[in-house]
């Protein structure tokens, strides 16, 4: 909680810096592909590799500056899970997929970043780590499915399934990092992964059956790719 209060306390001072330099604003749309994971009850590791999906999505990014960005994205994809991957839960017999579409909004710090155009109006290639932590929601609607030894079926579970009274709806905090390379004047090309705490142990279909003190967690990987809507100034 510490590290995500100073980046966003580092986010609102380079926006109010942003709000001096008109000369580097702009507007940018573009597409994420990729891949997704999921952490919870049904996973041992933080992150288990055999449970990767496919993970893609849409952004509208603005610029504020040099060092400051917002950006919008309507992210989609699949997560699951399998108690055959935790040597805690195995016997359990519990596992899981649902489809997610995650509604975000983050702040991005860039680092080192030069202008886009030199003084002449030439454009510059340029590349630019960053950082950026915001607030979003995620829908979803998880069903876990048992499928150990029938006769096992009342000691493994505490109440029936599909668990009653679980959320489809979930507040997260985007965080992560990324990097990107100012191609050309329209193209921007870049990286980016990022993790998802949802505060809740609803989201892979298990809470009363699992355990209800351990948030479930997703993670957003992939490439990126977009293209300059509106120019900044070539100055």
């Given amino acids: 909680m ?9 986010l609102s001072t380079s926006a109010l810096t ?7 604003r702009y507007f940018e749309a573009g597409f994420l ?29 603005y610029h504020l500056g040099p060092h400051f960005s917002v950006k919008a994205h309507v992210y989609t994809g699949s997560i699951t899970g399998d108690d055959a991957n935790s040597s805690k839960t195995k016997s359990r017999s519990l596992r899981f997929a649902t489809n997610i579409v995650e509604l975000g909004l983050v702040g991005e710090l ?10 002449t109006g030439i454009h510059t290639f340029s590349i630019t780590p960053y950082v950026f932590a915001g ?25 029936p399934l599909p668990e009653e009274g679980l959320g489809d709806r979930f507040v997260l905090v985007p965080m992560g990092a990324g990097i990107r390379a100012d191609i050309s004047e329209s193209l921007v090309l870049g990286l980016e992964g990022g993790f998802r705490p949802v505060f809740s142990d609803d ?14 967690w997703y993670y957003f990987a992939g490439v990126t790719a977009s293209f300059v809507i509106s120019n900044s100034k070539k100055r």
């Fill in 135 to 159: 607030v979003g929601a995620t829908f979803a609607n998880a069903e876990a499915e048992y499928y150990g030894p029938p006769d096992l079926l009342n000691e493994n579970l505490r109440v």
């Fill in 203 to 216: 989201l892979d279909g298990v809470r009363y059956n699992g355990n209800p003190e351990s948030g479930d």
């Fill in 110 to 119: 860039n680092f080192g970043r030069r202008n886009r155009f030199t003084s």
């Fill in 18 to 24: 942003a709000q001096r330099n008109t000369s580097n």
């Fill in 33 to 61: 592909f990729g891949v997704t994971n999921y952490s919870g009850d049904m996973v041992e590791k933080r992150i288990e590799i055999s449970e990767t999906r496919i993970g893609y999505g849409a952004y509208g990014r």
């Fill in 2 to 10: 510490y590290k995500f209060t100073l980046i966003l306390c580092l």
